[in-house]
């Protein structure tokens, strides 16, 4: 680039080194805090030689020296090795020398170039990073202390609730090493996670290259103007092209194929001038962008097939005979190494080699089937409600007929006696005989129609019961998915605290609904963790006690009737009450902890919040079984609790098969329907009124006292004077014990889909959701230990009940078009014990937001449909949402982006690849957690 | 509301603006069409880009542990809708439950949507600018009503009070039970920054 030739130009070109430098001192900045970032590397190399570029035109052959010395310095570093903090260090220098230098110029005050210089190469060269640094190379994450760190976190308060001071105390307060590798690495993730994160962006990767490889098509046979050059409105797919290349950056970033992002990065920078026009797509921009976009597919795909020098020839390519040489390194055409033809097929090839065996279908498309045939079930229910009214009536037809009949006879006998057989009267009974016969006749016929109705709809709801298996079947997965994950927990959980354990696993072919086991995953590593740190005693104590010093863990699933039943039980110390009553004082003081049974007690353990509010400390996040319980309740399932001091403690999940269809129980109250969920009812009984203690609030059953309660005072109704002597009861759980619940009268039984209670209502304390019946007809469905708590806190009894204020869990909306981002960050959230709800682009976020009210939302940028930005502007028209904190996390971290952030009402703004801590330490803010406490939840 | 019973009377063409408040309602003066209704005696209007359709009621099922101007839920082609006594929560004299057919005016605010239960639904109406006047506040008139009006207009002699769609939208949610970051600014805990 030649030198300005006019002063305007110069001092044009003197404000392009200002502005690339403040750039450069921001990617310099994000080096610092993590010298591996590759897409900051990327980038200040870029503005590094831009810079140059810009130095040569204004003339200024000290900045030009400058430039060029941090130039080479980086380009000295081999791709690969990271860049060493001393090296950073002499960067940041640099650039504070080249600002000093670019000021004294405009100030007419120059500085000594010579010097600053000298200085700057001296640095450089003591850093010596052309060759691989022996003690700079990327630090590896020691996963025992992840885990200690992970226990420590999430077990502490446990090591106090159940014994009398932590066994200890090291391991509570090691400091972790800085993040320096990409967020996904580390304890969030095990082996075989990995290959299955591995696995989930291949196939995400593929979708993204069939998209800009269809983008691509569509430019090639674009119309080309006169010069050759494809005509502006073709700027949807560069778009397209671009989005989906950025994707493809972002998510081999998150999860650690840097080469990739480094690739995707500078063919981003191109994309970025084609988009903006300052590039134009000839010819041989064309065929650049083809060659690179095909060589993208094959480092993704086969990265041993796209080495080095063939992607930094590729990338160079895409500059030759643009308006932007490459100035200070070889400005040389590089022959292609390779045709688009080579370099194109082989990748489709392998990549589609990774999928051929089955058929990929969107998520989203296969719930919407399962959705259709779940309502196809409900409906078909419906009719068959229909059909028995329809009975009813029938017999009512049948009874009318009769009389009618009845009536006729009476009527000829009248007319027989009468002096004229043909008298009006006799016709008039004549008549009515005919019609009493037609109405006979008529209901024989509707009865033999009900008939055959009656037998289609049985065939119908076989059919739609085999369909919803079906669809259903293509989501289920067994208990085996989960197993070698919780075996590694448990050999880190184990080997970390000395202990000897063994994991036992029963029933591993029973299957779950896909997403079910995934809810499940966090509850059973929980539960594992608790066992090892606190169940499980240490060896010597095993060995004085007469135990196996290997103490077991089994995990058993079976499934009884529709439910599956999963238990996990250690063979240890069993539950301390004595410390969980002392703990429990210390809690709640009001609570009156004497008179609680040692189930209340056991329940206690479940309270969030319940072990960290102690004396002798704040901090803490609980002891993770809070966890267990509100994923396990997401599932309509329940958890239950059994002890035995020096035996052990077991946990039993309950889980109904289906999230769709339910079974229903309908009662009436008050004039109204209300429906209970099967799966929800232990017993139902008739019972003597005598045994019903209105002032106790008690039924006996079963020889056995239990609470009781009376549906319409539940429900706020009037009760309805009229006794019956032989009421009905539904006994459930509630608070860890049977509760028993009389209703006034039994309607059916029904199969329902539990809906929302639509935007308006987000959550009504005992009411699970609404169902729609066949006619049309809502019935709100309850759930009865939610009724029975509420109607308690309402009534303010004083009973010996857990009356915990338990808040429910930070929910955090993460809205990110990659699939692997969204994983990463939902596992990083739900590590801390919150509750991720993932979307996928803007317009979905939009929709979950309907009935969703997160706590904070995670918000990428570039997305199809609804970018961020765009999604921002339509939560500001939401009232009711619209002062939900957003955390924007994206890799497009200019200045523009920054401040239309910023002015759309942003809260925090982080770069891609973003460090755990920096998104935890970001929700915690936005959402007001960082007054509570460090580790406050 | 009848406009000679009110102490200062407007005349917009010449007259003085009212002792207290100088400004114009511009969002109400923005409104080119509203439904009008009635909530017993009271005539209030809405917006008719907020209010979808109007219609009698089906068969309303009622919800428990929810606040009494909330009769419960319906549904409605494919929807489940809250149903809300507007007369109770806006603090007028409750309206006659007639079940099953009661009037209400499907309403309609960007994220929110319920059914509004009404004594009578009346006609549209199209307020000339000049027509709207700021709402006075009245000892009579139940607050949360005062805080919901936007204007008043007059229309074939009658005062008619022009609800704000934005606020009564905002005043029918429910207690969001996680206080955000604003709400602990008022208490002076310091937000958290962005970068």
Same mark, same amino acid.
């Given at each position: 680039?030649?030198?300005?030739?006019?002063?305007?130009?110069?001092?044009?070109?003197?404000?392009?080194?200002?502005?690339?430098?403040?750039?450069?001192?921001?990617?310099?900045?994000?080096?610092?805090?993590?010298?591996?970032?590759?897409?900051?590397?990327?980038?200040?190399?870029?503005?590094?030689?831009?810079?140059?570029?810009?130095?040569?035109?204004?003339?200024?052959?000290?900045?030009?020296?400058?430039?060029?010395?941090?130039?080479?310095?980086?380009?000295?570093?081999?791709?690969?090795?990271?860049?060493?903090?001393?090296?950073?260090?002499?960067?940041?220098?640099?650039?504070?020398?080249?600002?000093?230098?670019?000021?004294?110029?405009?100030?007419?005050?120059?500085?000594?170039?010579?010097?600053?210089?000298?200085?700057?190469?001296?640095?450089?060269?003591?850093?010596?990073?052309?060759?691989?640094?022996?003690?700079?190379?990327?630090?590896?994450?020691?996963?025992?202390?992840?885990?200690?760190?992970?226990?420590?976190?999430?077990?502490?308060?446990?090591?106090?609730?159940?014994?009398?001071?932590?066994?200890?105390?090291?391991?509570?307060?090691?400091?972790?090493?800085?993040?320096?590798?990409?967020?996904?690495?580390?304890?969030?993730?095990?082996?075989?996670?990995?290959?299955?994160?591995?696995?989930?962006?291949?196939?995400?990767?593929?979708?993204?290259?069939?998209?800009?490889?269809?983008?691509?098509?569509?430019?090639?046979?674009?119309?080309?103007?006169?010069?050759?050059?494809?005509?502006?409105?073709?700027?949807?797919?560069?778009?397209?092209?671009?989005?989906?290349?950025?994707?493809?950056?972002?998510?081999?970033?998150?999860?650690?194929?840097?080469?990739?992002?480094?690739?995707?990065?500078?063919?981003?920078?191109?994309?970025?001038?084609?988009?903006?026009?300052?590039?134009?797509?000839?010819?041989?921009?064309?065929?650049?962008?083809?060659?690179?976009?095909?060589?993208?597919?094959?480092?993704?795909?086969?990265?041993?097939?796209?080495?080095?020098?063939?992607?930094?020839?590729?990338?160079?390519?895409?500059?030759?005979?643009?308006?932007?040489?490459?100035?200070?390194?070889?400005?040389?055409?590089?022959?292609?190494?390779?045709?688009?033809?080579?370099?194109?097929?082989?990748?489709?090839?392998?990549?589609?080699?990774?999928?051929?065996?089955?058929?990929?279908?969107?998520?989203?498309?296969?719930?919407?089937?399962?959705?259709?045939?779940?309502?196809?079930?409900?409906?078909?229910?419906?009719?068959?409600?229909?059909?028995?009214?329809?009975?009813?009536?029938?017999?009512?037809?049948?009874?009318?007929?009769?009389?009618?009949?009845?009536?006729?006879?009476?009527?000829?006998?009248?007319?027989?006696?009468?002096?004229?057989?043909?008298?009006?009267?006799?016709?008039?009974?004549?008549?009515?005989?005919?019609?009493?016969?037609?109405?006979?006749?008529?209901?024989?016929?509707?009865?033999?129609?009900?008939?055959?109705?009656?037998?289609?709809?049985?065939?119908?709801?076989?059919?739609?019961?085999?369909?919803?298996?079906?669809?259903?079947?293509?989501?289920?997965?067994?208990?085996?998915?989960?197993?070698?994950?919780?075996?590694?927990?448990?050999?880190?959980?184990?080997?970390?605290?000395?202990?000897?354990?063994?994991?036992?696993?029963?029933?591993?072919?029973?299957?779950?609904?896909?997403?079910?086991?995934?809810?499940?995953?966090?509850?059973?590593?929980?539960?594992?963790?608790?066992?090892?740190?606190?169940?499980?005693?240490?060896?010597?104590?095993?060995?004085?006690?007469?135990?196996?010093?290997?103490?077991?863990?089994?995990?058993?699933?079976?499934?009884?009737?529709?439910?599956?039943?999963?238990?996990?039980?250690?063979?240890?110390?069993?539950?301390?009450?004595?410390?969980?009553?002392?703990?429990?004082?210390?809690?709640?003081?009001?609570?009156?902890?004497?008179?609680?049974?040692?189930?209340?007690?056991?329940?206690?353990?479940?309270?969030?919040?319940?072990?960290?509010?102690?004396?002798?400390?704040?901090?803490?996040?609980?002891?993770?079984?809070?966890?267990?319980?509100?994923?396990?309740?997401?599932?309509?399932?329940?958890?239950?609790?059994?002890?035995?001091?020096?035996?052990?403690?077991?946990?039993?999940?309950?889980?109904?098969?289906?999230?769709?269809?339910?079974?229903?129980?309908?009662?009436?109250?008050?004039?109204?329907?209300?429906?209970?969920?099967?799966?929800?009812?232990?017993?139902?009984?008739?019972?003597?009124?005598?045994?019903?203690?209105?002032?106790?609030?008690?039924?006996?059953?079963?020889?056995?006292?239990?609470?009781?309660?009376?549906?319409?005072?539940?429900?706020?109704?009037?009760?309805?004077?009229?006794?019956?002597?032989?009421?009905?009861?539904?006994?459930?759980?509630?608070?860890?014990?049977?509760?028993?619940?009389?209703?006034?009268?039994?309607?059916?039984?029904?199969?329902?889909?539990?809906?929302?209670?639509?935007?308006?209502?987000?959550?009504?304390?005992?009411?699970?959701?609404?169902?729609?019946?066949?006619?049309?007809?809502?019935?709100?469905?309850?759930?009865?230990?939610?009724?029975?708590?509420?109607?308690?806190?309402?009534?303010?009894?004083?009973?010996?009940?857990?009356?915990?204020?338990?808040?429910?869990?930070?929910?955090?909306?993460?809205?990110?078009?990659?699939?692997?981002?969204?994983?990463?960050?939902?596992?990083?959230?739900?590590?801390?014990?919150?509750?991720?709800?993932?979307?996928?682009?803007?317009?979905?976020?939009?929709?979950?937001?309907?009935?969703?009210?997160?706590?904070?939302?995670?918000?990428?940028?570039?997305?199809?449909?609804?970018?961020?930005?765009?999604?921002?502007?339509?939560?500001?028209?939401?009232?009711?949402?619209?002062?939900?904190?957003?955390?924007?996390?994206?890799?497009?971290?200019?200045?523009?982006?920054?401040?239309?952030?910023?002015?759309?009402?942003?809260?925090?703004?982080?770069?891609?690849?973003?460090?755990?801590?920096?998104?935890?330490?970001?929700?915690?803010?936005?959402?007001?957690?960082?007054?509570?406490?460090?580790?406050?939840? | 509301?009848?406009?000679?019973?009110?102490?200062?009377?407007?005349?917009?063409?010449?007259?003085?603006?009212?002792?207290?408040?100088?400004?114009?309602?511009?969002?109400?003066?923005?409104?080119?069409?509203?439904?009008?209704?009635?909530?017993?005696?009271?005539?209030?209007?809405?917006?008719?880009?907020?209010?979808?359709?109007?219609?009698?009621?089906?068969?309303?099922?009622?919800?428990?542990?929810?606040?009494?101007?909330?009769?419960?839920?319906?549904?409605?082609?494919?929807?489940?809708?809250?149903?809300?006594?507007?007369?109770?929560?806006?603090?007028?004299?409750?309206?006659?439950?007639?079940?099953?057919?009661?009037?209400?005016?499907?309403?309609?605010?960007?994220?929110?949507?319920?059914?509004?239960?009404?004594?009578?639904?009346?006609?549209?109406?199209?307020?000339?600018?000049?027509?709207?006047? #700021?709402?006075?506040?009245?000892?009579? $008139? @139940?607050?949360?009503?005062?805080?919901?009006?936007? *204007? /008043?207009? &007059?229309?074939? =002699?009658?005062?008619?009070?022009?609800?704000?769609?934005?606020?009564?939208?905002? #005043?029918?949610?429910?207690?969001?039970? $996680? @206080?955000?970051?604003?709400?602990?600014?008022?208490? *002076? /805990?310091? &937000?958290?920054? =962005?970068?």
């Amino acid at each position: 680039m030649a030198p300005a030739e006019t002063p305007a130009c110069r001092i044009a070109s003197l404000e392009e080194v200002r502005s690339l430098l403040v750039q450069l001192k921001d990617s310099i900045r994000a080096l610092a805090v993590d010298p591996g970032d590759p897409t900051a590397r990327v980038e200040a190399q870029r503005l590094v030689h831009i810079l140059h570029e810009a130095s040569v035109a204004a003339g200024a052959e000290g900045l030009e020296r400058m430039a060029a010395c941090m130039a080479t310095a980086l380009d000295g570093v081999p791709a690969g090795v990271e860049l060493s903090r001393p090296f950073v260090a002499a960067l940041a220098a640099a650039a504070e020398r080249f600002d000093d230098l670019r000021r004294g110029m405009e100030q007419g005050k120059p500085a000594d170039q010579g010097q600053l210089l000298a200085r700057t190469e001296e640095d450089f060269a003591a850093c010596a990073m052309t060759r691989p640094p022996a003690a700079d190379g990327p630090e590896e994450i020691d996963l025992g202390e992840a885990v200690e760190r992970l226990l420590a976190e999430e077990l502490e308060v446990p090591a106090e609730l159940f014994s009398e001071e932590p066994e200890e105390t090291g391991p509570l307060s090691v400091d972790l090493p800085a993040p320096t590798a990409p967020p996904v690495r580390g304890p969030l993730f095990s082996e075989a996670e990995w290959e299955q994160l591995h696995i989930g962006f291949h196939e995400e990767a593929e979708e993204h290259l069939q998209t800009l490889q269809q983008a691509l098509q569509r430019l090639q046979t674009a119309s080309l103007d006169q010069e050759g050059r494809t005509v502006q409105p073709h700027r949807e797919e560069i778009a397209a092209i671009r989005r989906a290349v950025h994707t493809i950056k972002g998510a081999s970033a998150v999860i650690g194929l840097n080469e990739v992002a480094a690739y995707a990065h500078g063919l981003e920078d191109f994309l970025d001038r084609l988009h903006d026009g300052t590039r134009a797509l000839d010819p041989p921009a064309m065929v650049g962008l083809a060659e690179a976009l095909d060589l993208l597919g094959l480092l993704v795909a086969s990265p041993e097939q796209a080495p080095l020098a063939r992607r930094e020839a590729v990338l160079a390519r895409l500059e030759v005979g643009g308006a932007t040489a490459r100035a200070g390194a070889a400005a040389s055409p590089v022959a292609p190494t390779g045709t688009p033809a080579e370099c194109g097929r082989p990748a489709e090839r392998a990549l589609a080699q990774v999928g051929s065996a089955t058929l990929r279908i969107q998520r989203q498309q296969l719930d919407t089937l399962i959705g259709l045939g779940n309502d196809l079930l409900a409906n078909i229910s419906g009719l068959d409600r229909g059909l028995e009214r329809f009975s009813t009536a029938l017999t009512e037809l049948g009874g009318t007929a009769d009389r009618l009949k009845t009536s006729a006879d009476a009527l000829a006998q009248l007319s027989a006696t009468g002096p004229d057989p043909t008298d009006r009267l006799a016709l008039i009974a004549r008549a009515v005989a005919e019609s009493a016969a037609d109405a006979a006749a008529v209901r024989a016929a509707l009865e033999e129609l009900r008939g055959d109705v009656a037998g289609e709809l049985g065939g119908q709801q076989e059919l739609a019961r085999d369909l919803q298996a079906q669809l259903l079947q293509a989501r289920l997965a067994p208990l085996a998915l989960l197993t070698p994950r919780l075996q590694r927990i448990v050999e880190d959980a184990a080997a970390r605290l000395g202990r000897q354990v063994r994991l036992v696993v029963s029933g591993e072919q029973v299957e779950l609904d896909r997403v079910l086991w995934e809810k499940l995953a966090d509850p059973l590593m929980h539960l594992i963790r608790n066992a090892v740190h606190h169940g499980i005693e240490p060896q010597e104590e095993r060995i004085a006690c007469g135990k196996d010093p290997v103490a077991t863990l089994s995990l058993g699933a079976r499934r009884e009737g529709d439910r599956v039943v999963i238990r996990f039980a250690d063979n240890g110390r069993g539950l301390d009450f004595a410390a969980i009553r002392d703990k429990a004082r210390r809690y709640d003081p009001s609570l009156d902890v004497e008179a609680m049974d040692e189930r209340q007690l056991a329940d206690l353990i479940f309270a969030p919040g319940f072990s960290t509010r102690t004396v002798s400390e704040m901090s803490g996040r609980g002891v993770g079984l809070d966890v267990v319980r509100e994923n396990v309740r997401d599932l309509r399932g329940t958890v239950g609790v059994a002890t035995r001091a020096g035996v052990g403690t077991a946990f039993v999940i309950r889980l109904p098969l289906t999230m769709g269809v339910v079974r229903a129980l309908l009662v009436e109250s008050g004039g109204a329907l209300w429906a209970f969920a099967l799966t929800d009812i232990r017993q139902l009984h008739r019972v003597d009124s005598r045994d019903i203690s209105w002032e106790e609030g008690t039924v006996r059953l079963d020889g056995a006292t239990l609470p009781w309660y009376s549906l319409p005072t539940l429900l706020g109704q009037v009760e309805d004077p009229v006794e019956t002597s032989r009421p009905v009861v539904l006994v459930f759980a509630a608070g860890g014990r049977p509760v028993a619940v009389s209703v006034p009268r039994l309607v059916g039984r029904q199969e329902i889909v539990i809906r929302g209670l639509g935007s308006h209502l987000r959550a009504v304390p005992g009411v699970a959701g609404a169902a729609v019946l066949g006619a049309g007809q809502v019935v709100p469905v309850l759930d009865p230990a939610e009724l029975i708590r509420a109607a308690r806190l309402r009534a303010d009894e004083d009973r010996p009940e857990i009356l915990l204020d338990i808040s429910r869990p930070l929910t955090v909306l993460v809205v990110d078009d990659s699939l692997s981002v969204r994983t990463v960050v939902s596992r990083l959230v739900a590590s801390r014990g919150w509750r991720p709800v993932a979307a996928r682009d803007g317009q979905e976020a939009v929709t979950l937001l309907a009935e969703l009210w997160p706590d904070c939302i995670v918000l990428d940028l570039e997305m199809p449909r609804m970018d961020g930005f765009a999604f921002l502007a339509t939560l500001a028209t939401m009232p009711t949402r619209r002062n939900i904190p957003v955390i924007m996390c994206t890799s497009r971290t200019g200045r523009q982006e920054r401040e239309q952030a910023g002015r759309l009402g942003v809260r925090a703004f982080l770069a891609k690849p973003c460090p755990e801590e920096d998104l935890l330490a970001a929700i915690r803010s936005v959402t007001g957690l960082a007054d509570v406490g460090a580790e406050g939840r | 509301m009848d406009a000679c019973s009110r102490p200062e009377s407007i005349d917009r063409g010449d007259g003085p603006l009212p002792a207290g408040d100088h400004r114009r309602p511009a969002v109400a003066a923005g409104v080119r069409s509203c439904l009008a209704f009635f909530l017993g005696d009271t005539e209030l209007a809405l917006p008719l880009t907020d209010v979808r359709e109007t219609g009698q009621l089906a068969a309303v099922a009622p919800l428990p542990n929810l606040p009494g101007w909330i009769r419960g839920i319906l549904h409605r082609r494919g929807e489940i809708l809250s149903v809300v006594d507007l007369a109770c929560f806006l603090g007028l004299p409750a309206s006659q439950w007639t079940g099953p057919g009661q009037p209400y005016l499907l309403f309609r605010q960007s994220d929110l949507a319920c059914c509004l239960e009404v004594a009578r639904a009346g006609v549209v109406v199209h307020p000339e600018d000049r027509e709207f006047a #700021a709402p006075e506040a009245r000892p009579s $008139r @139940p607050a949360r009503l005062t805080a919901l009006i936007s *204007g /008043v207009f &007059r229309s074939a =002699g009658r005062d008619i009070l022009l609800l704000d769609s934005e606020r009564l939208a905002t #005043a029918l949610q429910l207690d969001n039970p $996680r @206080p955000g970051p604003e709400r602990r600014a008022e208490t *002076g /805990v310091p &937000r958290g920054e =962005g970068q």
